[in-house]
């Protein structure tokens, strides 16, 4: 009898592996969304970084075109202050 309440709280293996199996197809289904998320976070931050570095770059143009357009309008003024009358 003693035997047999021993034995009785025992789990088999196909016991184990039938309850252990939906846990597991659930996990491997996470997985494959983790990877396609951390994929397309990925694809996201690489186009983000290229985008970042873009507006940098026209930045860096905005800041030289404003340059120019200073540079011009002082001219302008400086025409206009001797009289002359800029070209159209």
Do not use: F, W
């Amino acid at each position: 009898m003693a035997a047999a309440t021993v034995l009785g709280g025992c789990a088999t293996k196909s016991y184990v592996r039938e309850q252990v199996a939906p846990v597991a197809q659930r996990v491997d289904a996470i997985e494959t969304q983790l990877q396609a998320t951390d994929s397309t976070a990925k694809q996201a931050l690489a186009e983000a970084q290229a985008a970042s570095g873009m507006a940098q770059q026209n930045g860096q143009r905005l800041d030289q075109l404003n340059g120019r357009v200073d540079g011009v309008e002082q001219r302008m003024m400086q025409q206009e202050s001797r009289g002359k009358r800029p070209r159209h």
